[in-house]
């Protein structure tokens, strides 16, 4: 039940000065999609919760720069999953935002809240491993980036100090001819929780990258599988080496949704699938959006 | 800046309201127990069933698991406000002349988000209505009656009107 | 005719899209307690103390009420066993029984008290599976002094022909199991009442399919009069079963009596897992085929397990048992359906009463049989479909229409004979099941001096649309327009008794009852029409679209009512009564109205990679007779088919070993979305007037969620080869059958 008190400051100093007096009791809410989901079903009880959305220093835009894109901790999931230049040449990560709960939930959460919450099936996750993304952390000490694989520790845990929050993600360019795409597979089609998500990236120079979800307490980026994977782009058993390699970098769990075997098997489907899209992606010119 | 009752300033259906709430409140509470707007109807009540849904600036949203704090300053309309002057809106009456309506209790959220639909697409084919409903859930019509509502509704929309342009 | 047959738009609907239509959630009481309840941790165990303390240091509270403040012995309550106590009485039997109630003055202090209220207790073991209460050394869900020492509530028996002797001359027989899980019926308004003292008595309201069923149980439950309790049935948030037999209502008319006061029980939607399910089912079948695909034999052995408390459990088992023929014509039949008690929600109606595992596992066992003589899927089930007038249950009413029209029609839609793209298959199935039987349903139509009518009916209106199609008879019998007719429904206090709001069996029960009621008030009309000597006496008179006429004078209705009466006074009450045939010694107490058929023919495509099943095309055909209304009997064969699609592929109540329900939520419990429904459905009627009902009209509803699942499991097989015995037919469940079969 909801027992806790609602602050909404407008400048990230009262942010900063408000999280000590509350310390862990306090809860940052952007969209508050799953912070409220938790506290209804029980699954924690914050005392004080902090809405920035009226924050006036954090942005919820989506700028795009020579160098890469830089979502504001403000961003929309349903703004990343429909913006032009995302669903061209982050096609992971549009795919991805688009098939987060319903439109309801992505017209409030944030692509940075699907980070900060944890989750090790977050659809946004795998994606933001194979850009390479980058977490901007600001803290009444300044500021720091986190490599986005360094970011989530544990299932609900990250690296955020207490006190600090997350400012912006930004995601560099992929070169030039890079295709991607997240496959998710769940119970049902529409509004669910991913069983088991991947990502795959195919750059212009015939590298493959893959990252999943779902399959242990954090996403897994299978860096060891990913040169098998390159190679095996021209030689099916090569190729198949390292979609085994790939298996063997997750570990999945047995839970309500499935079972560890048919995890690993559809590790092994869904990064076979996000490949094949991903090469038909980056070979295609005047791509056709998901 | 942070109490117990916090007081919002929001449009709401298309007026100027201003309320004291609990600081904790929801917006679905505040609309269904302080302004007594009971067509938001309350049923999952964690963001899975789209039963609460309103439009906030023009998005969907489920007003159960919005913080009312969170409206401050923006448009809110609820299914109240979305049949004019007394006279339905081409959606309330698709619905009904399709049978998409049994029970009623999924119909306010399925037709605002309808409505955010349709404001901008005009033409959606089947899969994109699909994926616009797919919060909404219905357990009466096996939601096809509701697709055909919704694309007689964009069709009643698209229709040619008197005035120029929108 | 004028009305009946058009689709006629909702008379409930505007106010649904406008959202004023007010249901029991919305409702409240000056002076009205706010209840919310305290729910057993385990599947099994024994209260040891309940610590109420921190509760009621709550702002709000008023008190916490466990079962030492009710009254002594335990008040019991149930249609068929009165087992189920107002709250846990020392032992809790399942996962999220009431033990305690918090009475507050406003919700959120109850919400907050109930969550604050500490349950301290002593784990039993608990059974959660047929297996589990069926195992030797079985700890008993209701460990009664004196009681029976097995879970087996009750075994029903059906047989006919001989089994032994027709085994010879078997060409093959098929026997398998198959199994049906647990389903919760996932009606989006959540359970909710309002009951408050009321001369001498007390008035419930609540969405309640059966106003008069749920007015019996709570007078023998608190030993009150019939004429002490009225129940005002609210317009039902969905209900599909769930919402027919009493849940809260008698804790509430408890309470209320017992605080002199207003008392709301509210609830969650997840509260709703652990208040109502469909039972699931355990099913061996053996079925006997000749060479050329005729049913010789058929043998059933149907465990279905209820929850904690019998519900309507009971009969349910009984009623599905037997029909367990299916469509179909079987010479010889034994079928044993027995009910078995577990630690889990209770189970009670829920669309189809007990009919989707019998069908599941008959349709399977046709497709088998099909596969393996070389027989279409189509044309094995029209050589063993009874034909119109034929026998089909021995003693009960023949088949009341010719069914190979629908089937044919059902495959002809879906394109049977068209090649199929590789990865996909297809797969058709028959769904049947009677009303309830020997049934009465009573109505009053009331014509009043400005020509308008009021029709009060027991039947409630839960998205079904019988406000609309009782509304269409009486405006085509009375030639009065529908906006003239007004609908009171589901008050007992104001309406004739009706016995429920199930079976599909509203639209010719209570139709009829309505349609009877009309021309009582026409036979009165005519009768005043005659003692003024406006037409005469001994003329055949012609009654037609409101008017009366003996072939000279013509008077409508309403001349006849004014000359009568007057312009201000007068009314027209018409009685209408429908009986079902009561025959003594039947074991379902009478027989049938009507046999309830459909046909749903599907395809399927199945991605070997993932399992993933994606309905391509579903198409539903029902024998209805007639319809009433067009548009509302297609949209109710598709509402239960796209729920017997949720069966078929993502459906189930998950419980670990201690009894806990795992996936008891919205979050964890799947239902299809609109992403998740057919490509293509398209659905037909069968209209050939030959029903028990009004204009010869059938019944319809439940149809769909009784057959969509085998239709769609028929696909399945059908493009991958392997018969699926076990719903739901999920993804994982998929892959591991295609795996095994390539290993």
């Not at chain 1, 692509?111 to 996750?125: K, Q, R, V, Y």
């Not at chain 2, 919060?135 to 509502?149: D, E, P």
Request: glycine share 10%; aromatic share 6%.
């Amino acid at each position: 039940m909801a027992q806790f008190r609602v602050a909404a400051p407008r400048a990230l100093d009262e942010v900063f000065s408000l999280l000590p007096t509350y310390g862990a009791d306090a809860a940052l809410v952007a969209g508050g999609t799953d912070v409220l989901i938790h506290i209804r079903a029980g699954k924690s009880s914050p005392k004080l919760l902090v809405l920035l959305s009226k924050v006036r220093d954090l942005d919820s835009t989506i700028q795009v720069t020579g160098s890469g894109v830089l979502f504001g901790a403000l961003t929309r999931l349903s703004d990343v999953a429909s913006h032009p230049v995302i669903r061209d040449r982050y096609a992971a990560l549009a795919d991805a935002a688009g098939q987060i709960g319903s439109e309801q939930i992505r017209n409030r959460g944030t692509l940075c809240g699907n980070i900060g919450n944890a989750s090790p099936a977050a659809d946004t996750m795998p994606p933001l491993y194979i850009y390479d993304a980058v977490v901007n952390v600001v803290g009444p000490n300044g500021r720091r980036a986190v490599p986005i694989q360094s970011f989530v520790t544990a299932p609900g845990k990250t690296s955020l100090a207490q006190g600090e929050l997350i400012e912006s993600i930004f995601c560099p360019c992929p070169e030039d001819g890079a295709g991607s795409a997240y496959i998710k597979l769940a119970r049902r089609n529409g509004i669910d929780i991913a069983t088991v998500g991947a990502a795959a990236m195919i750059l212009g120079t015939g590298k493959v990258r893959v990252a999943l979800g779902a399959v242990g307490p954090t996403p897994v980026r299978a860096l060891d599988a990913e040169d098998q994977l390159g190679k095996g782009l021209d030689d099916a058993d090569a190729f198949e080496r390292g979609i085994d390699m790939v298996a063997a970098a997750t570990k999945p769990i047995t839970d309500i949704r499935a079972s560890r075997d048919y995890r690993l098997a559809m590790v092994k489907a869904l990064t076979r699938e996000a490949i094949r899209v991903s090469l038909e992606r980056r070979l295609t010119t005047g791509r056709v959006l998901p | 800046m942070m109490s117990d009752t916090i007081e919002l300033q929001f449009t709401l259906n298309g007026l100027p309201k201003t309320i004291a709430v609990r600081s904790s409140a929801m917006l679905a509470e505040v609309l269904r127990d302080d302004l007594g707007l009971l067509g938001t109807k309350i049923s999952c009540n964690e963001g899975e069933c789209g039963a609460c849904t309103v439009l906030i600036d023009g998005r969907t949203a489920n007003s159960c698991i919005v913080l009312a704090a969170e409206v401050d300053g923006c448009e809110v309309l609820t299914i109240e406000g979305l049949a004019a002057g007394g006279e339905l809106h081409p959606i309330q009456t698709a619905f009904i002349e399709e049978g998409a309506v049994h029970c009623g209790y999924c119909t306010p959220g399925m037709i605002l988000s309808t409505k955010a639909l349709l404001d901008r697409n005009h033409d959606p084919d089947s899969a994109e209505v699909r994926k616009a409903l797919e919060g909404n859930l219905c357990r009466c019509t096996g939601y096809n009656r509701i697709l055909k509502a919704v694309s007689r509704a964009a069709g009643k929309l698209r229709a040619p009107s008197p005035v120029a342009g929108e | 005719m004028d009305v009946v047959g058009k689709s006629v738009l909702r008379g409930d609907a505007y106010k649904k899209v406008v959202g004023t239509h007010e249901f029991a959630i919305d409702g409240r009481v000056p002076g009205m307690l706010w209840a919310r309840l305290v729910r057993a941790p385990t599947g099994h165990g024994r209260i040891v103390s309940v610590d109420a303390s921190e509760a009621l240091a709550v702002p709000g509270v008023v008190s916490v009420i466990t079962a030492a403040d009710l009254p002594k012995p335990m008040p019991l309550y149930g249609s068929v066993v009165a087992d189920q106590p107002l709250l846990a009485d020392g032992t809790y039997r399942y996962h999220g029984e009431p033990v305690a109630v918090v009475l507050a003055d406003n919700d959120e202090a109850a919400l907050i008290g109930a969550a604050r209220t500490r349950i301290a207790y002593e784990e039993l073991p608990a059974v959660v599976t047929v297996a589990d209460a069926l195992a030797h050394d079985a700890a008993l869900v209701h460990d009664t002094e004196g009681g029976p020492r097995s879970n087996v509530h009750k075994a029903y028996n059906y047989a006919w022909g001989d089994v032994g002797s027709a085994e010879a001359q078997c060409h093959k027989i098929f026997e398998n199991t198959y199994t049906f899980p647990m389903i919760h019926h996932f009606a989006l308004e959540p359970f909710s009442v309002i009951a408050w003292p009321e001369s001498g008595g007390v008035q419930i309201k609540s969405p309640v399919q059966h106003p008069f069923l749920l007015r019996r149980v709570v007078a023998e439950c608190l030993k009150l009069e019939l004429s002490k309790v009225r129940v005002v049935a609210t317009s039902i948030g969905g209900g599909f079963g769930s919402k027919g037999y009493a849940k809260y209502e008698p804790l509430a008319a408890c309470l209320a009596l017992q605080t002199g006061r207003p008392v709301k029980i509210s609830t969650s939607l997840d509260e709703a897992f652990v208040t109502a399910r469909r039972l699931s089912a355990t099913v061996r079948m053996r079925t006997g085929f000749d060479r050329d695909g005729r049913i010789l034999l058929q043998q059933v052995e149907a465990d279905y397990l209820m929850g904690a408390y019998a519900d309507a459990g009971p009969r349910i088992t009984q009623k599905a048992a037997y029909v367990s023929c299916g469509p179909y014509r079987i010479p010889n039949l034994r079928t044993v359906a027995r009910a078995i008690y577990s630690n889990t929600t209770p189970s009670t109606a829920a669309r189809g009463f007990g009919m989707p595992p019998l069908n599941f596992a008959l349709e399977t066992q046709m497709q088998m049989a099909a596969r393996d003589l070389g027989i279409d899927p189509v044309e094995i089930r029209l050589r063993n479909l009874v034909r119109k007038g034929e026998q089909l249950v021995p003693g009960d009413i023949p088949a009341d229409g010719e069914w190979s029209e629908g089937l044919r029609r059902a495959a002809d839609m879906l394109g049977w004979d068209e090649p199929l793209p590789p990865g996909t298959g297809r797969g058709i199935s028959i769904g049947i099941k009677n009303p309830i039987p020997g049934s009465v349903s009573n109505a009053l139509v009331k014509l009043h001096a400005d020509n308008s009518l009021t029709v009060a009916v027991g039947t409630s209106e839960m998205g079904q649309g019988a406000c609309t199609v009782l509304a269409q008879i009486a405006a085509e019998e009375l030639g009065i327009p529908m906006d003239r007719i007004t609908m009171i429904m589901g008050d007992t206090a104001a309406v004739p008794f009706d016995v429920a709001t199930a079976g599909s069996r509203s639209t010719v029960t209570m139709g009829n009852a309505v349609q009877s009621a009309c021309k009582d008030v026409i036979k009165q009309l005519e009768d005043m029409a005659k003692e003024l000597g406006l037409i005469a006496a001994d003329e055949t008179v012609q009654i037609k679209g409101g008017m009366v006429s003996d072939g000279q004078n013509s008077l409508s209705f309403n001349d006849i009512f004014t000359r009568y009466f007057s312009k201000t006074q007068g009314e027209v009450v018409g009685r209408g009564l429908y009986k079902g045939e009561v025959v003594a010694g039947h074991p379902l107490g009478g027989l049938s109205d009507f046999w309830e058929v459909i046909f749903i023919a599907v395809k399927a495509r199945v991605d070997p990679a993932t399992g993933k099943v994606r309905i391509t095309k579903m198409i539903n055909v029902s024998d209805i007779g007639k319809a009433i209304n067009p548009l509302h009997c297609k949209s109710q064969e598709e509402g239960g088919a796209m729920m017997g699609l949720g069966h078929a592929l993502m459906e189930q109540m998950l419980y670990d070993e201690k009894g806990r329900l795992r996936n008891g939520s919205p979050l964890d419990y799947r239902i299809p979305t609109t992403m998740d429904i057919p490509w293509e459905m398209d659905s037909s009627l069968v209209e050939n007037q030959d029903g028990a009902g009004p204009f010869g009209a059938k019944g319809i509803g439940e149809s769909g969620a009784i057959t969509a699942a085998a239709a769609i499991a028929a696909a399945v097989a059908d493009a991958t080869g392997v018969f699926f015995k076990d719903l739901p037919i999920t993804s994982e469940r998929v892959w591991a059958a295609l795996s095994a079969d390539k290993a």
